[in-house]
C-alpha cells in the first residue's frame, strides 16, 4: 500500500479506552495516523445513550464530530452470549453495575453461567466513521465460547474468559498478534481501512 500525504491518513478515534486505541493503531500499523482524543485537544465525555452498539457508536462519533469537524469514528462493542439471550450486549462494559470493574465484569459472567454447558458466545464491534461530511458503519464479528475460569494476562476485559473459535485459550493467554488479527475490532478496522482506501486511491 502507498502511504498517503498525512492529513489524508489521519483519523481521530473517539474512545476513552486506552486498551482499544492500542490496538487499533496496532493493527493500522504506520499506514494510517490514528489520534486520540486527548492528543486532537479534545476533552469531553462520551455519551453512551443508545440500545445498540449502532446507536451507540454514533452518539459517540458525533459528539467528537461535532466538536473537531475532521475524520473521525468510534466504536461501540459488545459481548453476546447465546445462553443469556445475547446479554451482556450493549451493556457489557457495565454488566455487573455502572463502573464495574473488569474483574467484577467477568466474575458476574462466570457465576451466571455456572451451571450451563453451552457456552457459545461473540464479540461484536461496531464502527460509526465520519468520513468526507457523512457517516458510514463497519461491523466485525468473533465467533468463539467463554471459558470456565479466567486465564492470561493480556489484553483487557472479558480476554481472560473468550476463547476464540479454532483455539483452546482465551485471549489474555494467546499472542497479542492473534488478537490483532482476528477480533471484532480487528474486523470492523480491516472493513473501515478498505472502504478508506477506496475512497483515498488516486483515479
Ligand atoms: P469507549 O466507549 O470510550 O470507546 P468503553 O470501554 O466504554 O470505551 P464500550 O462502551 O464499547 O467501550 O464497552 C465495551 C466493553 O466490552 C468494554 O468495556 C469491555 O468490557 C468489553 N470489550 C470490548 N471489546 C473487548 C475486547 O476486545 N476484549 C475484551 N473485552 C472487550
Not at 187 to 197: G, I, K
Given at each position: ?47 453512551e445513550n443508545g ?75 461496531v464502527i460509526a ?61 480491516a472493513e473501515m ?11
Amino acid at each position: 500500500m502507498t502511504p498517503l500525504p498525512n492529513e489524508l491518513n489521519r483519523l481521530v478515534f473517539a474512545t476513552n479506552n486506552g486498551h482499544k486505541l492500542d490496538e487499533v493503531k496496532q493493527i493500522l500499523g504506520n499506514h494510517w495516523d490514528i489520534l486520540s482524543l486527548a492528543e486532537s485537544g479534545v476533552t469531553t465525555d462520551l455519551p453512551e445513550n443508545g440500545n445498540t452498539l449502532h446507536a451507540n457508536a454514533e452518539e459517540k462519533a458525533n459528539a467528537i464530530y461535532r466538536l473537531i469537524s475532521l475524520p473521525c469514528f468510534a466504536e461501540d462493542s459488545g459481548l453476546e452470549v447465546d445462553a443469556l439471550g445475547g446479554a451482556p450486549g450493549v451493556y457489557t462494559a457495565r454488566y455487573a453495575g455502572i463502573g464495574a470493574s473488569a474483574q467484577e465484569n467477568n466474575e458476574k459472567l462466570l457465576e451466571e453461567l455456572k451451571d450451563i454447558t453451552d457456552r457459545t458466545a461473540r464479540f461484536r464491534a461496531v464502527i460509526a466513521l465520519w468520513w468526507q461530511d457523512k457517516l458510514f458503519f463497519f461491523e466485525g464479528v468473533i465467533n468463539g465460547r467463554i471459558a470456565t475460569r479466567l486465564e492470561g494476562l493480556t489484553g483487557f476485559g472479558y480476554d481472560p474468559l473468550f476463547i476464540p473459535e479454532g483455539f483452546d485459550q482465551p485471549f489474555a493467554a494467546l499472542p497479542g498478534t492473534v488478537k490483532s488479527q482476528i477480533s471484532h475490532r480487528a474486523r470492523a478496522v480491516a472493513e473501515m481501512v478498505n472502504f478508506l482506501n477506496f475512497q483515498t486511491t488516486p483515479l
